[in-house]
């Protein structure tokens, strides 16, 4: 008696199904499938078209990476898909290499796009605080003449015997800081306040005390030396200043030489609300001159921009030059190899 065992029979439905699928499809079957898809040619309408074109437009790898949606810098997605719509109506590609090409073209000038905005904020930073920096700059001038003057140090001091400028640079120097100081509104309402001050113990004492005498002659001994003068002779009376009592002539005169110097207070007084006026035109028309000038951005910033610029450029006009030989070559034109020249030194 044979001991073999059993002989099995491994062939399965599944197998046998598996089999099946595999033979080769009729020609008949062939046919049929061409036949179908000819009468299938994608969506007819342009709505349908359009819909179509923008699967491609939405799952491009540039159209997911060239746009920030994040962040204080988010850009608007959409508007860059519409900018690409219009590149893909015009350029129609047909194929991964033009579709490509032609994503790499709305890229290029999305990314060109940026380079008008950096030079937008390169421009702004400098416009938007103009004001504010002309106000912090003329008072950081006015209140560093206040200061040098007031202190009486260095080449405004009047005994400095280790100082060698000559005196006449030092009184030009004077001088030009009491013309700054009348330039800037802030410095005009200094000299205002002092002359009203003198005014005020003109009214209540009889005269101007030594502390103001000294700052009138500092702000305005080199812009009216008269009005000084004026000034430095209305203190207190030598009879006062010795306790003697005043007759009545001293009253007379001393009431006259008050009411001269009351009447020079204002008449400075009235020269510095003009000199108020032509500060505000003047600040004014120099804050539209400086802001004229910026209306460039920065030697640097402008560098750093126009090679980013060139950059892109040349990105762009060669993805435009690939996609139009590519796609005169699908019609059938007869499209000449590209010319390439070298303009490197020979070896």
Known sequence: MSLREPSHNFSTPQREHDHARKRPASERKIQANRRNALRSTGPKTARGKRIVSRNAIKHGLLA???????????????????????????????????????????????????????ENGEIRKRLDTIAVDQALRDSDKVNLILAVSNMELGFFGRENPADKIPRMEQWAAMQRAQTALRAHPSGLVYLRA???KAKAELASDGYISEPTRGAICCEFGFWNCLFTLYCSHAGPPADKAENRPLGAGDDKEAEEKRAAVVASIDH??????????????????????????FSLPPTDATDKLLRYEAHLDRQLYRAMDQLE?????????????PVNINLGKRT
């Open 325 to 337: 030989r590519l796609q005169r070559q699908r019609r059938g034109e007869n499209v000449p190899p």
């Open 64 to 118: 997911r990476e060239v746009v920030i949606t994040a962040g204080d810098g988010e850009e608007n997605l959409e508007e860059f898909h519409s900018l690409l719509e219009g590149l893909w109506d015009s350029y129609e590609p047909m194929g991964v290499v033009e579709e490509s090409l032609v994503q790499a073209i709305a890229a290029c000038w999305w990314r060109k796009a940026r380079v008008i905005r950096a």
């Open 194 to 196: 002092l002359l009203e």
């Open 268 to 293: 400075e007084l009235e020269r510095l609300s003009a000199f108020k006026d032509y500060a505000l035109e003047r600040e004014k028309l120099s804050g539209d001159a400086e802001a004229r000038s």
